[in-house]
């Protein structure tokens, strides 16, 4: 089927930084970049997929958090931009973002990554501003730490509110968390969901963290290149367990419902670790495909501590 992972030819296999600030390193294997020239079209904010990761720090103090978290992406949107060149062939298409509205749930304010803006505690805002960077993604983090960034993987380049996105975006929660949240394509005359295979949401709490704590993550992984080629393990186990793809009669399901039928069906919307893994399911990973197919107008509504 179209929408399983593509086999990539071998390419000689950089290091890449897994967590700068634990002083990590992850090895690329070859089957992960025989896609090289293709995936560098899709933008990587503040890394570098061919060596050590250039984080863009906004403060001293946070810096230590940016490196980490940029560098633990090089490795996630590496693998996840396999996705959406398999299904470039025969899911074509855009929506047109209208809106991007920020539910912050949580008890600090919400820092999102390329936008000025701040979401206040309890606040719902319209974040129409255009994005200066991290065009591939829609990351997040509290003031006042942990560091890192929660993110959203768009899987192709997107400047914000008014915009066109070409792709199908998914989680990538392998390295860590410090949120639960959802992201969902609500149509702007409705307010309903606006397609089969409408968003995805996290249900992680830090109470029930399978490891620990960091000054990078509520719950960090602690992901090495041996541990996200496992998925038995329990950091893939908690995130498969919590993961949930939103369908378009608003039920959640472990993955994306096959009613209505399309590529969307069966589909996983995270990525609790890595497609190269021995015991990879083959599931194709993805969601917004009906949405796109569609073309769609939507409202992105990002809600945060869910």
């Known amino acids: 089927s179209s929408h399983f992972l593509l086999k990539a030819r ?3 296999a950089p290091l890449v930084e897994a967590a700068a600030s634990a002083g990590r390193y992850l090895p690329l294997r070859p089957s992960m970049l025989g896609l090289l ?14 060596g050590t990761p250039t984080p863009m720090p906004e403060t001293a103090k946070a810096s230590a958090g940016e490196a980490a978290n940029a560098s633990a992406g090089a490795l996630a949107n590496t693998s996840a931009a396999l996705r959406p060149l398999a299904f470039a062939a025969s899911s074509g298409g855009c929506v047109h973002i209208q809106r991007f509205v920020v539910h912050n749930k949580c008890e600090k304010t919400v820092e999102l990554k390329g936008w000025a803006e701040r979401v206040p505690r309890g606040a719902e805002l319209d974040i129409a501003s255009k994005k200066k960077n991290d065009l591939a993604r829609i990351s997040w983090r509290l003031e006042g730490g942990p560091w890192a960034y929660d993110y959203i ?4 380049a997107w400047s914000g509110a008014g915009s066109e996105l070409c792709a199908h975006p998914n989680y990538a929660s ?5 949120t639960s949240s959802r992201y969902e394509a609500l149509d702007p005359q409705t307010g309903g969901l606006a397609c089969a295979d409408a968003g995805a949401e996290v249900t992680f709490k830090a109470s029930t963290c399978p490891t620990r704590a960091t000054g990078s993550f509520a719950c960090d992984f602690h992901a090495t290149q041996e541990s996200i080629r496992n998925c038995a ?6 995130q498969q367990a919590h993961t949930s793809c939103i369908n378009g009669d608003g039920s959640r399901t472990p993955k994306c419902a096959c009613s209505p039928s399309g590529e969307w069906c069966g589909n996983w919307v995270n990525y609790p670790c890595a497609p190269e893994s021995s015991d990879w ?3 194709g990973v993805g969601t917004w495909i009906d949405c796109t197919e569609r073309r769609k107008a939507i409202v992105l509504k990002l809600t945060v501590c869910i």
Request: hydrophobic share 45%; glycine share 6%.
């Open 233 to 238: 393990s329990p950091a893939a186990r908690y």
């Open 37 to 50: 020239v293709l995936v560098a079209t899709v933008p990587v904010a503040s890394a570098s997929m061919r």
């Open 174 to 178: 392998w390295f860590g968390f410090t």
């Open 281 to 283: 399911p083959h599931y």
């Open 153 to 156: 993987e768009l899987n192709g």
């Open 10 to 12: 071998p390419a000689p």
